[in-house]
């Protein structure tokens, strides 16, 4: 068999397609637990409470000051010592949705900063409570804002996704190493597996370019969300980013 | 407590308030009545107090010593579940602040919904008699951004009637607006100024207090220098501060 059809061969096996539907798993659940610690972080940062501010802040030193490798190597290791035992797969969910929720938080809080002062000041004098003031008009205003940057998020993700092979969690690396190393065809393996990346986040990127598409109809004024070309997708620039270069 | 006919005939009673800004005093020993019905319009340069004022009035804003009272209430003790309050007052910004996410009708029906728990239908049927009121039925389901200055402040008035306030206070209400669409804002504010809506109006337009006005305050540097019935104010405002000021606007 020559090269070529060897990755055709792995494109179509069940195994890779697992090992691309575990990344793919990994990814989106990670994501949304990731954002919904880093919302919860970033409504403490905003607290009139100075310990829960104080908490919000040791989080993010612990998550944003150790490498993500070491996290889930942790959680990995270290937790079943202290009596909680979780399988692999469990365990990059916990690493990864933790450490995102550290990067998410300051996503969530520009997007919440962004909606004025004033729209707060509204709401207030309309008698709501300072919770469904951000219910009901903050929230539903930074979720538009923070569209483009968290779609970044679930790109990067699913790149950073692969690390959790190290902790025996059968995603798409560590499907197409062990695949190579059981017949050293690792020129073949790999690039299915970075087909499969590729394949996956050119989607998102397109699939991102929709929703901001969508935002951008749907409330808010038209210049804030912008067009952004495919280059500057692939290096991380965001629609807020594109609009003030 | 000051006699049961005096607090009746008063809907906002302001005694002696202060209020500052680390070492700014914004606010210097003022003292305002606005009677239930009436409209008093409070003028004056730039930075003297005014919005600063209102904000205390619906407890936007913490003071440092004062009374104010609210129809026969002394709101000291409300200020832990303020929210309650502020739903009896309803307030008018100078860059109108709709929420942008919220067509003109959306915006009308969140508060009667979600703070007096008013169902959706009724909110709405009510939302659009309020869209009528203020002239602009047909904007009901466009988007802030779509609207001009003019409708979108015609429409936060209508945000804040849906409320049914017993007072009203309008921040510069015009301030923001191209000189074409003033008038229509300014009418809308003086029918309801007529029907008898008691308010309490900060503003640059003249012609609108010798219109609306039922009582003139003139404020400069935190306190009120002058406070007079509208007519005695313009034929006969004594404080030369107020006369200086009258001459540049007037001009």
Request: charged fraction near 20%; glycine fraction near 8%; aromatic fraction near 6%.
């Amino acid at each position: 068999m020559d090269s070529p059809e060897f990755i055709l061969k792995y494109l179509a096996s069940a195994t890779f397609a697992k090992g691309a539907g575990m990344t793919l798993a990994i990814s989106v659940l990670s994501l949304a637990f990731g954002m919904l610690v880093g919302l919860v972080v970033a409504l403490l940062q905003e607290s009139r409470l100075a310990p829960l501010r104080g908490a919000a802040v040791g989080y993010l030193w612990l998550f944003r000051g150790t490498p993500v490798l070491f996290q889930l190597i942790f959680v990995f290791n270290v937790l079943p010592l202290v009596g909680l035992t979780f399988s692999g797969f469990t365990c990059a969910i916990i690493g990864l949705s933790l450490n995102e929720g550290a990067y998410m938080a300051e996503i969530m809080r520009s997007g919440i900063q962004a909606v004025g002062r004033g729209q707060r000041t509204a709401g207030r004098a309309l008698g709501l409570k300072d919770w469904q003031v951000m219910r009901w008009i903050v929230l539903p205003q930074a979720v538009r804002i923070i569209i483009p940057p968290v779609g970044n998020q679930f790109i990067g993700m699913l790149k950073l996704s692969a690390l959790v092979s190290v902790i025996a969690v059968e995603e798409l690396l560590l499907i197409a190493n062990q695949t190579a190393s059981a017949n050293f065809r690792y020129i073949e393996a790999l690039t299915a597996a970075g087909i499969y990346y590729l394949a996956m986040t050119t989607v998102l990127m397109l699939l991102q370019a929709q929703v901001e598409r969508w935002a951008k109809r749907r409330g808010r004024r038209p210049s804030v969300v912008k067009a952004v070309s495919l280059t500057q997708r692939l290096i991380g620039v965001t629609a807020g980013e594109a609009r003030t270069r | 407590m000051s006699g049961p006919g005096k607090s009746d005939r008063l809907l906002v009673k302001v005694e002696a308030l202060h209020k500052s800004y680390g070492d700014l005093q914004v606010l210097k020993n003022v003292n305002v009545e606005v009677p239930r019905g009436r409209s008093v319009v409070v003028i004056g340069p730039s930075g003297s107090g005014k919005s600063t004022l209102l904000r205390c009035l619906n407890l936007l804003e913490p003071i440092d010593s004062g009374i104010i009272t609210f129809d026969g209430q002394d709101t000291a003790p409300l200020r832990k579940a303020a929210h309650a309050l502020r739903r009896e007052i309803g307030m008018v910004f100078q860059n109108f602040e709709l929420f942008q996410h919220l067509s003109a009708i959306e915006n009308i029906i969140l508060a009667p919904m979600k703070v007096l728990g008013m169902s959706e239908e009724e909110a709405r049927a009510r939302a659009r008699k309020l869209l009528e009121k203020v002239h602009i039925p047909e904007k009901a389901d466009v988007f802030p951004d779509e609207l001009s200055g003019g409708q979108q402040q015609r429409v936060a008035i209508a945000r804040a009637l849906a409320m049914s306030p017993k007072l009203m206070l309008y921040d510069e209400p015009t301030s923001a607006l191209d000189p074409e669409m003033i008038k229509e804002v300014l009418d809308v504010m003086l029918e309801l100024s007529q029907e008898g809506m008691t308010s309490v109006v900060v503003t640059h337009e003249m012609g609108f207090a010798r219109r609306a006005a039922h009582h003139i305050v003139f404020m400069d540097g935190g306190e009120v220098v002058e406070d007079a019935a509208t007519e005695q104010f313009f034929t006969g405002a004594v404080h030369p501060r107020t006369q200086r000021f009258l001459q540049q606007i007037l001009r």
